[in-house]
């Protein structure tokens, strides 16, 4: 038994010396088997991740970096995108009683209202009631909106804050400011009189122009004295007024005193004796 093992051991050792020969030849040669025998197996992990210590954890939570908030937000840097809102039933109905207002009123007064009471108001509407100077209130939102599409457009920087307006159908500065000057729970910012817009200073440099008729009257006046000289003028010798038209023509550089001596002269040659 022995001895047949030991042949059989040595059989396929020269077996397999011959086979590993051949195949260094081959490989010597270039050729390779057709099939080869390849080892598949899993490899070892050695390196595994291990769990943090929930130690460590919070203090990595406590120390974890928080970046500072910017000192203008971006909000503030960032204009946010307008909303092409329409217009309400109320404030179209608003706007068109403003349009009305300017139309069919010759002043508007535009005050500033400091905290006044509703007692205040009424005693204000009641004063200028006897003027026919009515008091209106209309929302900033409904005067900008008109003011900006309108003639009216230097009138926007008045309407901020609360304003109370004060109309009537004929210029009466002077009756306003007479009620309006006992009364500091308003205060006058500008006017629109005659279409023409007035800071506060000309308000009342306005009130104190003389009404229509005695300027009418100034007028006339004036107009009756320049037709009543010539009349006086035409009224002298023919002979005199061309000598004085003369002596006009001659020295039109002259004084007013110089005219005056040169009538007196030739009135006194063309006098007769």
Known sequence: MRGGLLLETLASGRMMAATTLSYGVSLLRGWLPSVHNVRHGSKAVTRHRKPMHFLKQKLMAVTEYIPPKPVIPDRCLKPLPKRNQEESGLVKVLKREVEMMFQNNKMIAVFQNNSSSSEDLLLIKYRLQKYDITVKFFPNQVMRSFLSTSKYINMLPLFSGHNVLLVSREPKTKEMLKVVKNTPQISLLGACIEDTIL???????????????????????????M????RDLIRHNPLYLSMLLKRYVDQPKSGKEGVEGAEEKEKTQTEPS
């Open 199 to 225: 800071s506060h200073k000309g308000v009342h440099d306005y009130s104190r122009l003389p009404s229509v008729a005695v300027i009418q009257g100034q007028v006339v006046g004036g107009l009756t004295q």
């Open 227 to 230: 037709t009543s000289q010539t």
